[in-house]
């Protein structure tokens, strides 16, 4: 997905057993950001013709441009539009957001796992948008 130069990581056995011990936060988003920025080049390098696509081919030319980059925002401008209102203009525009979305997917799904918080969702107290605002006004 991109060169993270001097990086080490933690194996994820290792953020488990942090998030058993009380750790309440832990830093995931590049490891999100790194299967986003992998799953688009995959898609490209699997279906060459969408590198000259008039929607995304713009989005294949900055993941060529800036080569060791793992930021998926770096390649995002030609879609920028789809990024921040989710209007998916074609079909092309879909296939590659889909890739993004699976990237996400492929990172968290494993990290809800392993910190053994699957299923556990149920457990959360659901709160308002009114009830939080009147709690951070505290």
């Known amino acids: 997905g991109g060169d993270i130069s001097g990086a080490i990581g933690i194996p994820e056995e290792m953020l488990a057993q942090a998030s058993r011990l009380a750790v309440c936060?832990?830093?995931?988003?590049t490891d999100i950001r790194l299967a986003v920025t992998r799953n688009m080049k995959e898609?490209?390098?699997?279906q060459p013709a969408l590198q000259n696509?008039?929607?995304?081919?713009?989005?294949?030319?900055?993941?060529?441009?800036k080569k060791s980059a793992f930021d998926p925002r770096v390649f995002f401008p030609p879609i920028m539009d789809t990024v921040l209102t989710g209007n998916?203009?074609?079909d092309d525009v879909a296939l590659l957001m889909s890739r993004v979305e699976?990237?996400?997917?492929?990172?968290v799904v494993s990290l809800i796992v392993n910190?053994?918080?699957?299923?556990?969702a149920p457990l959360v107290e659901q709160k308002s948008l009114e009830d939080m605002i009147a709690f951070y006004k505290k």
């Open 43 to 46: 898609l490209f390098a699997q």
């Open 88 to 90: 998916v203009p074609d």
């Open 53 to 65: 696509s008039s929607s995304i081919g713009g989005v294949y030319a900055l993941l060529e441009e």
């Open 102 to 107: 699976a990237g996400v997917k492929e990172a």
């Open 115 to 120: 910190f053994g918080s699957y299923g556990k």
């Open 25 to 29: 936060k832990i830093n995931v988003d």
